[in-house]
């Protein structure tokens, strides 16, 4: 998980797929982080990916680094716990000027069940699953 973590962080942008009735949703996503050995990310619940991955929590995310790519796959479950959110917003501080862990919209989520595949057209495809 934390090589996972790692190049997320290295990418800066992500691609998180979600499932919006039948239709697939997908947005970039900028937030990763480590709480209590789980890899979280962040939105707003008056966002449309909240709803959806309430509706349904499987989802997808995708990054680039220009040689090799990653796709991570599993359930995103809500995590309503003060202390998640704070230490997300503590490790992205410019999201302070839209989010606070006490505004009742901020929201994170950790991966359950995920796998995650690490390849690129130099070396064969790397799994690893937290």
Known sequence: MNEVYEFLKKCGTYYLATVDGDQPRVRPFGTVDIFEG??????????PVSKQLHENPKA????????????????LIA??????????????PELRRMYDEDDG?????????AEATF???????KTVEF
């Open 79 to 92: 995590d309503d716990r003060r202390e998640a959110k704070k230490h997300m917003l503590d490790n992205y």
């Open 119 to 125: 390849s690129s057209f130099t070396a064969p495809p």
């Open 38 to 47: 789980k890899l979280y990310i962040q939105t707003g619940k008056v966002k």
């Open 105 to 113: 919209n901020t929201e994170v989520f950790y991966f359950e069940d």
């Open 60 to 75: 997808e995310l995708c990054a680039f680094d220009g040689g090799t790519w990653i796709r991570v796959s599993g359930r």
